[in-house]
T-cell receptor
Framework: KAGVTQTPRYLIKTRGQQVTLSCSPI?????VSWYQQTPGQGLQFLFE???????NKGNFPGRFSGRQFSNSRSEMNVSTLELGDSALYLC?????????????FGPGTRLTVL | GNSVTQMEGPVTLSEEAFLTINCTYT??????LFWYVQYPGEGLQLLLK?????DKGSNKGFEATYRKETTSFHLEKGSVQVSDSAVYFC???????????FGQGTRLTINP
């Protein structure tokens, strides 16, 4: 069974631009979550989606948005990029939106904002 | 609020040494607890989990027991290998959500 895939793996953008990251969950999984990882703040939760509905949102500004499609694939978008948005963005998929479920992580997208 | 605190790293051990990485949590309700591992340049891999008090999670020689009375989930391994060198994250998820709350991570280096 293929794992979680994220594209692209690396991105370089400049301040003010916008970016879209993509995540394909494990086949059959309908829950997708996104996390931001930085050296200073560690791993922080961004969003959680299940069946195309956002169930939870982390404490991030409105420049960060996401969505989930009917095939469970998910995208996140960051508009008006800032230097502080440079991070590893991780996507995780799960089979159901419960706290006992295991989330499986993709390799991440490394975003660098210049 | 809900939070996870891990022992500060980095931790450096010799091969075959005993490993303990402490993890304590603060949470409302009854969380599930997880240990994830991250190798250089990769995403997170689940190492083990426990979903209720007194459960013991185990995998690849690693163990952790969900202790509700001490709000702890310490990771242990009896004999570490060089290949165990990685960053280890303790995390919790709360009832009604799949969102994970992570500790700050502990970098482990094993010397041959």
């Amino acid at each position: 069974k293929a794992g979680v895939t994220q594209t692209p793996r690396y991105l370089i953008k400049t301040r003010g631009q916008q970016v879209t990251l993509s995540c394909s969950p494990i086949s059959g999984h309908r829950s997708v979550s996104w996390y931001q990882q930085t050296p200073g703040q560690g791993l922080q939760f961004l969003f959680e989606y299940f069946s195309e509905t956002q169930r939870n949102k982390g404490n991030f500004p409105g420049r960060f948005s996401g969505r989930q499609f009917s095939n469970s694939r998910s995208e996140m978008n960051v508009s008006t990029l800032e230097l502080g948005d440079s991070a590893l963005y991780l996507c995780a998929s799960g089979s159901f939106p419960g706290h006992t479920d295991t989330q499986y992580f993709g390799p991440g997208t490394r975003l660098t904002v210049l | 609020g809900n939070s996870v605190t891990q022992m500060e790293g980095p931790v450096t051990l010799s091969e075959e040494a005993f490993l303990t990485i402490n993890c304590t949590y603060t949470a409302t309700g009854y969380p599930s607890l997880f240990w994830y591992v991250q190798y250089p340049g990769e995403g997170l891999q689940l190492l083990l989990k426990a979903t209720k008090a007194d459960d013991k999670g185990s995998n690849k020689g690693f163990e952790a027991t969900y202790r509700k009375e001490t709000t702890s989930f310490h990771l242990e391994k009896g004999s570490v290998q060089v290949s165990d060198s990685a960053v280890y994250f303790c995390a919790l998820s709360l009832q009604g959500a799949q969102k994970l709350v992570f500790g700050q991570g502990t970098r482990l280096t094993i010397n041959p």
